[in-house]
């Protein structure tokens, strides 16, 4: 047999079949959840100026430092994005979003890419589905963004869901900065313990310090002063609200004050689920606030918040949970014999195609029993048997093929209308 040499790129990957299935229900309950809480589609482009990039996400973070994709192809550069928030902000200011004073409610799903070590959970090329609301600072918005990510995992059938919350203040003085000056003086003494790469980031983004994997540092970032313990007033009353909002909506969290995300945008709120199906890589999501996000990239002092949650992760996390409840199979084949009864079957199967039902048939005018076996490798749940012989009479034959399910021979006419009994759709 010849066999290809291409293979899909390091980091990359081919979805078909029952998980190409899962990945559409992915973003299909995505699409359901989020627009029942006021979220509309936006598309943004996959590549954007790269300097969109390095002002949002911060120049000091790995995603800037060393894992963007970005080109050259003539005179200006571009960048594959690594990912959502960034473009959804350029988008609302760049089209007078911002001018029509309310809250902005996006919903986003798509391909982003990051230059990382792949491994379980973690590719070059992976898939957000996320939401974005720019224009309101009130705790309540932050809580109902927070159990809208938790009410997703359960719509989509991944029970098991944990919640990371914790606060990293704002830029005023007496908040953030304040707490880094505190984490200087904190590190000082045990400055030559921490790896290169965190020594090379204290004085550039001492934060930077808590997203570092390695034992050494992550047992001295243990000790440090806890971010959510040194907010000015505001913050940390802005932290509390949203503590109890969560509570009330029925959400269950621990604060960890080492969650610092790997992002420079947030400010005050950030968060984090977890999925114990994923091993090192547990974040199946995260995000946050960003208040000085907008402003940051031109427009006016506008609050905002939202997260992303990985579509790898939670299929991952679904085939754990049993294969998910959502896998969807076919649930009308036709078998037809002859060519007649092929045409007629097409037909047949544009009425139930219409009528919201799956249903497909073999193209290939195989023999009847292989166009059964079809069937069953399809997962079909009840197959539509018409010979020419029954054409003729104005019949068809009903099987269903449940284990035990039995068959029946119907007038074409009443052939939809018995399968509705059977499958409701
Ligand atoms: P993030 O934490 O960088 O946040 O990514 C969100 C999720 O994307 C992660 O929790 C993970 O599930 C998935 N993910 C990230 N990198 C990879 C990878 N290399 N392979 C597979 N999955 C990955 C953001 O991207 C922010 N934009 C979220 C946000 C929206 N904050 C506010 N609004």
Aim: charged letters at 25%.
């Amino acid at each position: 047999m010849p066999q290809s040499r291409f293979r899909a790129i390091e980091g990359t990957r081919d979805y078909y079949g029952k998980e190409g299935d899962r990945f559409d229900r992915v973003i299909g309950f995505a699409a359901d959840l989020f627009r029942k809480y006021g979220y509309a589609r936006l598309r943004t482009p996959i590549f954007e100026n790269p300097e969109l990039f390095a002002r949002s996400i911060g120049r000091a973070t790995d995603i800037v430092e060393k894992e963007m994709y970005t080109f050259t192809p003539g005179s200006d550069s571009v960048t594959l994005r690594p990912e959502g928030t960034a473009g959804a902000v350029r988008a609302y200011l760049q089209h007078g979003m911002d001018k029509t004073g309310g809250l902005v409610k996006f919903w986003y799903e798509g391909p982003m890419f990051r230059r990382e070590r792949p491994q379980k959970g973690r590719q070059r090329q992976f898939h957000q589905i996320g939401v974005e609301a720019i224009g309101s600072p009130d705790p309540l918005l932050d809580a109902e963004i927070i159990s809208l990510g938790l009410r997703y995992y359960e719509y989509a059938g991944v029970p098991g869901a944990g919640l990371r919350l914790n606060s990293i203040g704002c830029p005023r003085e007496e908040c953030r900065p304040a707490y880094r000056r505190l984490l200087h003086e904190a590190v000082r003494p045990d400055i030559e313990k921490f790896c290169p790469n965190c020594r090379s980031r204290i004085d550039r983004n001492i934060l930077r310090l808590f997203d570092c994997k390695v034992p050494g540092c992550r047992e001295l970032a243990r000790n440090l002063p806890k971010s959510h313990e040194h907010l000015c007033p505001e913050c940390s009353g802005h932290f509390d609200a949203v503590c109890e909002a969560v509570r009330a909506l029925g959400g269950a969290f621990t604060i960890d004050s080492s969650l610092v995300r790997g992002l420079d945008y947030y400010t005050k709120t950030v968060f984090e689920y977890t999925h114990d199906a994923l091993g090192s890589q547990n974040a199946i999501g995260g995000g946050g606030r960003y208040d000085g996000l907008v402003e940051e990239l031109g427009g006016n002092p506008t609050p905002g918040a939202g997260f992303a949650l990985g579509i790898e992760r939670i299929l991952i996390a679904m085939e754990t949970a049993g294969g998910c409840a959502c896998a969807c199979p076919l649930q009308v084949f036709g078998v037809a014999m002859g060519g007649s009864a092929r045409r007629a079957m097409a037909g047949m199967l544009a009425r139930f195609r219409a009528a919201g039902f799956s249903a497909d048939m073999d193209y290939g005018e195989r023999s009847f029993k292989a166009q059964l076996r079809l069937a069953n490798r399809r997962g079909a749940m009840c197959c539509l048997i018409l010979g020419g012989n029954e054409l003729e009479r104005g019949e068809i034959l009903v099987k269903n093929m449940a284990d035990g399910g039995g068959q029946e021979t119907v007038a074409l006419a009443d052939c939809l209308g018995n399968v509705r009994k059977l499958l409701p759709c």
